[in-house]
């Protein structure tokens, strides 16, 4: 049995590209927040399944983060990651390729090398990471202010 479980669902109506769903979680932070062809391969309003992803592992690998710099006795005062997922054409279909990570922190008591030694920690140690390692390819810049 699951130590944590959290549900998310999606509802879909019509074909492909004149069809919309809803996504939802079960927190209720998100309560049918509207998807389409639009908004997944045209920029349209709404969400799509390559930007919740992001945000994801955005937020996944912050707290990753964070815990690996106080365990180590540095002060993560302010962290803030932007990841970019990116999707290129596989035969018929699409394949998420390149997950891109940037995270910029202000951290009392560190030096840029100790920082990047962390963020790669980080990468490693995350579990929506670690859900992606062998399928996706994973970048991550860490800048220091």
């Not at 990468?123 to 991550?140: F, R, Y």
């Amino acid at each position: 049995m699951a130590d944590i479980a959290r549900k998310a669902s999606a509802q879909w109506k019509g074909d492909l590209r004149s069809g919309q769903g809803t996504v939802s979680t079960g927190s209720g932070v998100l309560k049918d927040a509207q998807y389409s062809f639009k908004t997944r391969f045209e920029n349209g309003a709404g969400t799509n399944p390559e930007e919740l992803l992001a945000a994801a592992h955005a937020g996944c690998f912050t707290m990753q983060l964070s815990a690996l710099l106080a365990g180590d006795g540095h002060d993560p005062q302010d962290l803030r990651t932007e990841a970019t997922c990116e999707m290129v054409r596989e035969g018929q279909g699409f394949k998420v390729s390149t997950m891109r990570l940037i995270v910029r922190g202000k951290v009392g008591n560190i030096d840029q090398a100790e920082f990047e030694k962390h963020v790669r920690q980080a990468a490693d140690m995350c579990p929506i990471s670690n859900v992606m390692k062998g399928n996706v390819e994973i970048t991550h810049e860490a800048v220091l202010e």
